[in-house]
């Protein structure tokens, strides 16, 4: 099946600096990504959608301030926690659809704010 | 507002019989649904799908069922093996976008 890397699978980072989180497509062309936030024990809740050369669609309740996004390339999508606080501290998942009838998702991202 | 819901968050059982997994959704515009597989610190893997023009998709151990009037579907793994064990989600959507709305999440336990 289709491969999407994300990186790094975990991250600890001190309040008030910014992590960035990769999503790439290994081995095929996505116009769109997805990001996902998971909290402890609770279901995947989809932050925004990611379109290659346009601005990210964020649901209701995402501040586009706090979480950027940006879909540089085909294969590529970033999202960036600016200002992380330890509220912000979960668990991050990207996806990316292929064309197909699923999306595949990232291996995850672990963010720990201290 | 949970539009995909899956009401226990637990289940357990004895390898070799049946797990049965249940998920309900609200939104009746959903056309396509999913069942991913998800590991702590995973992201979720791809089980088995339906289209809503279906009322039965099978694949190997995993048989998925849509019942349309109730808005329900569930995931059917026969026989259930200890490598199973995991945590479910069933996710929805429509228009034949990936944009997924997932469920809540049923951990299931199969005992040696």
């Known amino acids: 099946g289709a491969v999407v890397s994300q990186h790094p699978s975990r991250v600890i980072c001190k309040s008030g600096t910014s992590v960035k989180i990769e999503c790439r497509s290994l081995?095929?062309?996505?116009?769109?990504m997805f990001w996902y936030r998971q909290f402890p024990k609770q279901s995947l809740m989809l932050m925004a959608t990611?379109?290659?050369?346009?601005?990210?669609?964020?649901e209701q309740g995402v501040e586009k301030d706090k979480f950027l996004i940006n879909h540089a390339s085909l294969t590529l999508s970033t999202l960036t926690v600016a200002s992380a606080h330890p509220e912000d501290s979960s668990f991050y998942i990207c996806?990316?659809?292929?064309?197909?009838?699923?999306?595949?998702f990232g291996q995850g991202t672990r963010l720990t704010v201290v | 507002d949970q539009q995909v819901k899956q009401n226990s968050p637990s289940l357990s059982v004895q390898e070799g019989r049946i797990s049965i997994l249940n998920c309900d959704y609200t939104?009746?515009?959903?056309?396509?649904f999913l069942w991913y597989k998800k590991y702590p610190a995973e992201g979720p893997t791809f089980l088995i799908s339906?289209?809503?023009?279906?009322d039965k998709n099978e694949d190997g151990r995993f048989t998925v069922f849509l019942n349309k009037s109730a808005k329900h579907l569930s995931l059917h793994i026969v026989p259930s093996q200890p490598g199973d064990s995991a945590v479910y989600f069933c996710?929805?959507?429509?228009?034949?976008?990936?944009?997924?709305?997932f469920g809540t999440g049923t951990r299931l336990k199969v005992l040696a």
């Open positions: 339906i289209s809503s023009i279906k």
């Open positions: 996806s990316a659809s292929s064309g197909d009838t699923e999306a595949f």
């Open positions: 996710a929805a959507t429509r228009g034949g976008t990936y944009k997924y709305i």
């Open positions: 990611s379109n290659e050369g346009s601005k990210a669609t964020y």
């Open positions: 939104n009746s515009m959903f056309d396509y």
């Open positions: 081995d095929f062309q996505a116009t769109t």
